[in-house]
């Protein structure tokens, strides 16, 4: 199978200015299928997926493909927190996890007993790359007092290092009460997102300074040029953006918040940042409704991403095939490694089960302190 080889230039600044440098960062873009091998590879998958007692967990970021054939197979199209839940909760043996290599660490420290296989292990995430466990274990070392809470987008390495795991979707909540419980934080690795919640809820944070290769680039002056171009529509934003894109946001919010601010707000237009892979989504579940991608720095040699991960692109519907057939693109796991690192995940998991069932925060950051 031919593929495109894309360069990443993206050096990304660590603590105190120190370069984590991403520069020779690579992805491995699989070409379109034709509409006839598209459906035949889908079949292929269908059959294959029933043969090997195995379920499919796609993200929003990957290509429509993958995102329509998850939940026509029984699977799930979702964010990081939920695709951890799925598939620790799910029956099927073995787990096909479309997205980047994080995901799939994620899905196999929470089932390890499970088989756990991606389209491309090559697949990473900028913030991933930006964030190696040896420097970033040196910068928590000269916080010892700090409570270490960290981004999903991370290495299993790295979490393993964390006592709290969170994603864009409960990190508010989660900070919010350890603040109030009177801890401080040092938090990793997205500067934008770690900023966003110390706006938020006061909390003492130090932040190590890395950043995701698609929200970075969106910027405020093209922003607030195409709403004037549609006086009517409302900006959707995800917190890994800037500050200044974020406070031109009619909503700000993970993923799911943004599928949900698109579903219950009285608008006819939208303006999205975040990764344009959310927008088949978006468009599928309001019909009526249009989406536009949000600018990004720019079009050609000055657009690094596009609004679109260049390794979320690596994932394909011929990958996936060859996954279950082959057996390639196992993720494996030191199960030391494993269990030290799942066990600030859980803590995530819990405290966002406890929060659903009417726990006060407070009281669940307490009681999970010893887990």
Not at 57 to 69: G, I, K, T
Not at 242 to 249: K, R, S
Not at 315 to 329: R, T, Y
């Amino acid at each position: 199978m031919n593929t495109a080889l894309i360069p990443v230039d993206y050096p990304q600044p660590g603590p105190h200015g120190a370069a984590c440098d991403t520069r020779l960062a690579w992805a491995r873009v699989p070409p379109d299928p034709s509409p006839a091998e598209r459906a035949m590879l889908k079949d292929r998958i269908k059959h294959l997926l029933k043969a090997r007692d195995a379920v499919m967990v796609s993200h929003f970021y990957v290509h429509p493909d993958l995102q329509d054939l998850a939940e026509e197979t029984g699977g799930i199209v979702s964010d990081s927190l939920e695709m951890a839940r799925f598939g620790r909760d799910h029956p099927a043996g073995t787990l096909v996890v479309s997205g980047v290599r994080f995901m799939g660490e994620t899905a196999k420290m929470l089932s390890p007993d499970k088989r756990v296989l991606m389209p491309d292990l090559d697949a990473t995430c900028s913030l991933d790359l930006g964030c190696p466990v040896a420097p970033f274990s040196a910068f928590c070392d000269a916080h010892p007092d700090r409570t270490v809470v960290v981004y999903a987008n991370t290495s299993a390495a790295v979490k393993a290092r964390a006592d709290w795991v969170v994603t864009s979707s409960c990190a508010l909540e989660i900070v919010a009460a350890l603040h109030a419980s009177g801890q401080k934080i040092l938090w990793g690795p997205d500067r934008h997102l770690g900023d966003y919640v110390r706006r938020q809820t006061g909390a003492d944070m130090v932040s190590w300074n890395g950043a995701c290769i698609v929200h970075d680039e969106f910027q405020a002056l093209e922003l607030a040029l195409l709403k004037g171009e549609h006086p009517g529509a409302r900006v959707l934003v995800h917190p890994e953006s800037p500050a200044d894109v974020i406070a031109l946001a009619d909503a700000v919010g993970s993923t799911s918040a943004i599928l949900q601010a698109a579903a219950h707000t009285d608008a006819a237009v939208f303006i999205v940042a975040t990764d344009a892979g959310l927008l088949h989504k978006l468009r599928t579940l309001n019909p009526d409704k249009t989406f536009l991608a949000a600018p990004t720095a720019g079009n050609g040699a000055t657009c690094k991403s596009c609004a679109h991960c260049p390794w979320m692109s690596m994932n394909g519907l011929a990958g996936v095939a060859v996954a279950l057939e082959s057996g390639s693109g196992e993720v494996h796991l030191d199960a030391a490694l494993g269990q030290r690192a799942r066990r600030p995940v859980d803590r995530m998991l819990a405290f966002t089960a406890g929060l659903r069932a009417g726990q006060a925060p407070g009281a669940l950051v307490e009681g999970l302190g010893a887990v």
